[in-house]
């Protein structure tokens, strides 16, 4: 199946596909074991930071042994690639889906370099996402604020424009800003639901993802996986878990072995992944 039948299936199913970070072996495993166990589409994504960390053909090959291995539907996707020339290198190293950010760009030049990716991926079959509003706050550290006052430091995204920029690229999914923060805040995080409801009914052909799947209220997650929202990135959530328990096993133990310190940890990451499948719907659609 190719990355557009696999989201094809979920919106015909009515089911949302976690989009999981990896940051290396410990966590690709977490989120590959957990798919194999629920038996569940998902996606694996790297940020530019993962992907230097790891590595872009590291990367690629290892989901490529994941992939043969357990015969599962999963797509390597580039998160929040930042220029054309980072979306051709991962095209390049074998990524099947390409999330092309430029809401930090003006309009003109977002337009033009995501008309340039969508060129380029499509003559490899692979989708593009791409967005225009900034997606507000961070999954790089935990803080104590309200995200209210993020959220309204936003740009909300306007359906309008959203078609608009659709038309003009030619990307394949959206990612729209409806106060969907990236990071965990002090209270849980509440999505503005009518506003997706009008960019799904904006853009009925275009597939919707949803960034900042952490610490978002789970009743807000069902609906926009009602909604028609068929890909969900989750980060934060994932981070916290694994640092919170490997400095609890490194505070408990005097083993030196690497591989037994991450062990714990893997096995949180994985009840985490476990829980989003399950919250989006996505358990035993393979
Ligand atoms: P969270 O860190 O809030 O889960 O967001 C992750 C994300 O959207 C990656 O693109």
């Not at 166990?37 to 790891?54: C, F, N, R, T």
């Not at 900034?134 to 209210?148: A, C, W, Y």
């Not at 078609?163 to 002090?186: M, P, R």
Request: proline letters at 2%; a negative charge.
């Amino acid at each position: 199946m190719t990355a557009i039948d696999i989201l094809t299936k979920a919106k015909n199913g009515g089911y949302a596909i976690g989009a999981f970070n990896v940051a290396g072996i410990e966590t690709l495993k977490a989120v590959v074991g957990t798919a194999k166990e629920l038996q569940s589409p998902v996606i694996l994504e790297a940020s530019d930071g993962e992907v230097k960390y790891v590595g872009i053909k590291e990367l690629a090959y290892l989901v490529k042994i994941q992939k043969e291995e357990t015969g599962l539907p999963l797509l390597l996707n580039l998160d929040h690639g930042k220029d054309f020339e980072t979306c051709k290198q991962a095209i390049e190293a074998g990524f099947d889906y390409i999330h092309f950010d430029g809401s930090n760009l003006p309009v003109a030049e977002n337009i033009a370099t995501a008309k340039e990716v969508v060129k380029l991926a499509h003559a490899h079959a692979i989708p593009v996402e791409g967005e225009i509003d900034h997606i507000q706050g961070s999954s790089s550290d935990r803080t104590k604020e309200d995200p209210r006052t993020i959220q309204q430091g936003g740009l909300y995204t306007d359906p309008e424009k959203a078609q608009k920029f659709v038309e003009q690229t030619g990307v394949d999914v959206f990612a729209g800003f409806i106060g969907n923060l990236h990071g965990i805040y002090a209270q849980e995080i509440r999505l503005d639901l009518n506003l997706l409801a009008q960019i799904e009914a904006a853009l009925p052909h275009t597939f919707l993802s949803l960034h900042g799947g952490s610490g978002v209220n789970e009743e807000d997650i069902k609906k926009a996986v009602k909604t028609n929202v068929v890909k969900i990135n989750v980060n934060s959530e994932l981070r916290v878990a694994y640092k919170m328990t490997l400095q609890a096993t490194l505070n408990a133990t005097n083993e030196i072995a690497i591989y037994k310190l991450t062990t714990q940890a893997i096995e949180e990451v994985k009840k985490v992944v476990a829980r989003k499948i399950r919250l989006f719907g996505s358990e035993g659609k393979i």
